[in-house]
């Protein structure tokens, strides 16, 4: 019941918004022609096109960009976010592409420290020590041991039971 009358004063209210003499409703907004990108980056650099980014600049809205990230010597990228997103998926080879700029966005990117190589190499050794080989035959010469096996299992049991007369 409260459904049909809300139904019923809807349509009421729409028309009692429209003052008579104004067909309609102008709305209006003015879209800016650029947008900012801050960038955050301790531990590393941001470049576009091979020139360092700092702070905050303006680009052409609706542009793509393709940011090198490059960290200090001793570092390693940790994790990107874009306008709060985590983009860290979608860096390759050091390289962020963003998507067509529509708003006001941050590129900030975190850094850890990288291991050094004498660790590496380290874990990868104990790693392998770990890991037992794997022997695999040929199929043939397992079925060969096989039925070999099945032979003398059975001429045991028929010597066994020969041996035992009854009597």
């Known amino acids: 019941m409260l459904l049909a009358v809300l139904l019923f004063c809807v349509p009421c209210m729409t028309a009692f918004a429209e003052a ?3 067909k309609g409703a102008t709305i209006s907004t003015t879209v800016p022609s650029t947008c900012n990108i801050t960038f955050i980056s301790d531990g590393g650099r941001i470049e576009e096109g091979g020139n360092d980014t700092h702070g905050t600049v303006a680009f052409e809205r609706r542009s793509v960009h393709t940011f090198h990230i490059i960290p200090d010597e001793g570092k390693v990228i940790d994790k990107v976010l874009y306008g709060g997103e985590d983009v860290t998926a979608q860096i390759k080879d050091g390289y962020f592409t963003t998507p067509p700029l529509t708003r006001d966005m941050t590129l900030e990117v975190f850094y850890k420290e990288s291991k050094p190589e004498s ?7 104990s790693q392998s020590s770990d ?4 022997v695999t ?7 060969a041991l096989a039925m070999l096996l099945i032979f003398i299992v059975s001429a045991v049991l028929t010597i066994l039971t020969g041996k035992r007369k009854p009597g």
């Open 131 to 134: 890991i037992k080989p794997v």
């Open 137 to 143: 035959g040929d199929s043939t010469n397992i079925f």
């Open 20 to 22: 008579p003499e104004q």
């Open 119 to 125: 660790s590496i190499s380290e874990s990868s050794v």
